[in-house]
């Protein structure tokens, strides 16, 4: 495992494992994490050096 | 129940590594999940084979939804319009860093249960991951409507599928019981969010991770099966 991986949690039999802020849909919503809004920060600062 | 899967990559000789993943169709991460997974098996050269399972984010949509993502929110769910407006710009900043140009003017809201039906349809034949990727591109990119039997029909039969067959499947509801027991072992697993990958029945991974964190658990899961082959 990376040493991003968080530590291991059993959920219903599975190791879990990475971010566990990662953007997800539950529900009929799928909020941005915030600590993914630096990466469209640097996408469209990217683009814009384009 | 049980069907055929496909493997993507099959170059070892030990057996593949398998990924179970939970997704629905109208999931912007499902998609840029898809993407970042997909490059870490590239990356790592893994040998995988992958098997998509339901999950219905908003079972309650109707079919006919007149509307896009946006509306949806802003009408059904009662979000602000300047709070869903930012929301899915930032997602179409993420799509567009994996190569996916989400065009949330034209998408059509609606239920998802036949899209799952018709991609439990294409497992059977041993075509499940080509479905997959044509309905998330159908919906996010090309404003298709992924709900409706003849438009599902329209789709399978771009893809070589018998279009009456696939017709006669999606309105005898031939595949419901298998979208709904996925639905269920979601449930089991606990599962509460998609996209929701499962490698080798003994890691989970939540959510559009990072192409690092899915290469690492392939290659975690790779020198497992050396020392055990």
Known sequence: MSEDATAPVQVSGLTLVGDPNAGVCEGDVCLLPAHLEAHVVHHRLDEDRV | ?229
């Open chain 2, 1 to 229: 129940m049980t069907t055929p899967t496909e493997p993507t990559v099959s170059a070892g000789t030990s057996a593949p590594i398998k990924v179970d993943i939970w997704s629905d169709v109208q999931c912007p991460w499902c998609y840029i999940g898809k993407r970042k997974f997909e490059a870490a098996v590239a990356q790592t050269d893994a040998d995988v084979e992958v098997e998509y399972h339901s999950f219905e984010l908003a079972p309650d949509t109707p079919v006919d939804y007149e509307g896009t993502p946006v509306q949806y929110l802003a009408e059904r769910k009662g979000m602000p319009m300047p709070q869903v407006q930012m929301m899915i710009e930032r997602v179409k900043g993420i799509a567009a860093s994996v190569g996916l140009d989400y065009d949330y003017e034209h998408m059509h809201q609606t239920n998802t249960v036949l899209a799952h039906e018709l991609l439990h349809y294409a497992k059977a034949r041993g075509r499940q991951l080509e479905t997959k990727e044509a309905l998330l591109k159908a919906y996010f990119l090309d404003g298709g409507h992924v709900g409706r039997v003849e438009d599902l029909a329209d789709l399978a039969a771009g893809l070589g599928f018998d279009r009456d067959d696939v017709v006669r499947s999606l309105t005898e509801g031939e595949y419901l019981a298998d979208v709904k027991a996925d639905v269920a072992q979601a449930a089991a697993y606990g599962i509460n969010g998609v996209p929701f990958f499962v490698f080798d029945g003994k890691y989970g991974v939540s959510g559009a991770q990072d192409s690092s964190t899915f290469a690492s658990v392939l290659e975690e899961l790779g020198a497992e099966k050396e020392v055990a082959g």
